[in-house]
């Protein structure tokens, strides 16, 4: 994709852009993001989030610092844009990394979120680090979890976290050089 194809993308109003943005509403209020699946709760009276394996969609949500005397760290979670899959989640949560610089970060209700260094969930803006973190966790989860003389080869693939996963490998360094560009969009 030229970068005139990206230039008039980013031009784009971001309310027109993103589904759950109202006119006005800008990207650059956020410190950093993270990409979470979700479905409708009848109990909780609206969408929440929740394990991969429940999603009814895939929801970005921008994360700006809201923090009080009494809470320093309270991070509101802002919804940006909800996607039906999890790899159309991270297209598009690749377009927002690389034009605004700022991190992310994604997992699920189950497992948690992504990456970690040093036990800490910290956003990152290239998502290599992300592909890498959910890789090492399916596996350790399917050996924690699957006994060796159970365990199949397509373990890994049938993992809650296998098409998230999947999605971070494909636009990201993770796969070298058939990195997918964020800006085209993907074959049905």
């Known amino acids: 994709m030229s970068k005139d194809v990206k230039r008039e993308l980013k031009e784009i109003p971001a309310h027109q852009r993103f589904n759950n943005f109202c006119e006005g509403e800008t990207l650059a209020r956020f410190t950093w993001f993270e990409i979470m699946p979700c479905r409708m709760d009848e109990s909780d009276g609206g969408f929440v989030q929740c394990e991969a394996d429940w999603a009814e969609f895939w929801g970005i949500y921008g994360r700006s610092n809201?923090?009080?005397?009494?809470?320093?760290?309270?991070?509101?979670?802002?919804?940006?844009?909800?996607?039906?899959?999890a790899y159309e989640a991270?297209?598009?949560?690749?377009?927002?990394?690389?034009?605004?610089?700022?991190?992310?970060?994604?997992?699920?209700?189950?497992?948690?979120?992504?990456?970690?260094?040093?036990?800490?969930?910290?956003p990152v803006a290239e998502f290599t680090e992300l592909a890498e973190d959910l890789t090492l966790a399916i596996h350790e989860d399917n050996e924690a979890r699957i006994a060796p003389e159970d365990q199949r080869v397509d373990d890994f693939d049938d993992h809650p976290l296998a098409d998230l996963r999947e999605a971070f490998v494909e636009y990201s360094d993770y796969s070298g050089s058939d990195q997918r560009n964020p800006y085209e969009e993907a074959a049905a």
């Not at 809201?66 to 899959?85: S, W, Y």
């Not at 598009?92 to 997992?107: M, N, S």
Request: aromatic residues 6%; negative net charge.
């Open 66 to 85: 809201e923090g009080t005397d009494d809470r320093p760290e309270e991070n509101l979670a802002t919804a940006i844009h909800d996607t039906p899959t």
């Open 90 to 122: 991270v297209r598009i949560a690749r377009q927002i990394a690389l034009e605004t610089g700022k991190g992310f970060v994604a997992g699920d209700v189950q497992f948690g979120q992504y990456p970690r260094r040093k036990g800490q969930v910290t």
